[in-house]
């Protein structure tokens, strides 16, 4: 329980890896507030999970919930999350910039329209929770930020490695998957400048970059592909709450990705006083 007293604000909350990443925190002993667009049960929804699912989650580990519904395609809303959750728990400490998005069709299909909107949900609304959850931090001490990138920020998928996914993930998307990957390759840009601006804040900021993870949205997206070899949303979330920890107190500007979130969940299993 090394996160009591603590504040933490998840986006993309309602399913994946934002909410496993908040029952981690909670379990570790924050209270945590949720958004995202889910708030409630919706008839025809793509993929299953809502933030009254994941709340209720949360406070049966004893912690307090907040949800905040959000599009984080709209700036002032965006702001009047970290202002809300601010409010609500008076301060934040913690912040997981998860929620994100992604567009189909080659970069000469893609549309304007969609190419502006990735941006604005994947890239954007994490500059914004940054740069209004800052300042709070600073003034209660110091706090810790992990961002959401993907290994897609850094390469496309490979047709030819023998692993369906790669094939149907670049049918859908197309070949490049080139706005998202945009997207998560200025994520760690952002990491690393914003760890650097915000060291004498006392505030840490690093991104975690994981491969094909099980969520409930690409259950949905490739629901009859093989999904045993992939990674699992339960185990980024352990790293996500090290991170956050005052166990991680030395670490900033790092881009964790997949061999390292094997190597650290390894390092916590064998370790139990670091979990």
């Known amino acids: 329980m090394d996160l009591i007293g603590r504040i933490a604000l998840v986006t993309g909350a309602s399913r994946g890896f934002g ?36 709340a209720a989650q949360v406070e049966a580990l004893g912690r307090r919930a907040l949800i905040v519904p959000t599009d984080l395609s709209d700036q002032a809303q965006v702001v009047a999350m970290v202002e809300t959750t601010i409010d609500h728990f008076g301060g934040i400490d913690l912040l997981m910039n998860n929620a994100g998005m992604g567009t189909g ?59 369906p996914i790669s094939t149907a993930s670049t049918e859908a998307s197309g070949p490049g998957i080139t706005p998202y990957g945009v997207t998560k390759a200025a994520i760690e840009r952002l990491t690393l400048g914003a760890a650097a601006d915000l060291a004498s804040y006392g505030i840490r900021v690093n991104c975690i970059a994981p491969r094909w993870t099980e969520t409930e949205g690409l259950d949905a997206w490739f629901p009859s592909i093989d999904k045993s070899h992939w990674e699992r949303p339960e185990d980024w979330a352990k790293v996500v709450g090290f991170l956050m920890s005052p166990q991680a107190g030395g670490i900033t500007g790092r881009i964790v990705r997949s061999a390292d979130m094997q190597a650290l969940r390894a390092a916590l299993t064998a370790e139990p006083a670091l979990v």
């Open 19 to 54: 909410k496993h990443i908040a029952l981690e925190l909670a379990a570790r002993g924050a209270d945590v507030a949720l958004a995202a667009r889910t708030a409630a049960p919706v008839d025809g929804a793509f993929a299953p999970g809502t933030l009254q699912e994941t």
């Open 105 to 163: 069709g080659d970069i000469c299909e893609t549309l304007v329209e969609d190419w502006n909107n990735i941006l604005a949900v994947n890239l954007t609304s994490q500059f914004l929770a940054i740069k209004i959850a800052g300042p709070v931090m600073r003034s209660r001490g110091g706090g810790a930020i992990v961002n959401m990138g993907s290994y897609l920020g850094q390469q496309v998928p490979d047709r030819t490695d023998g692993d």
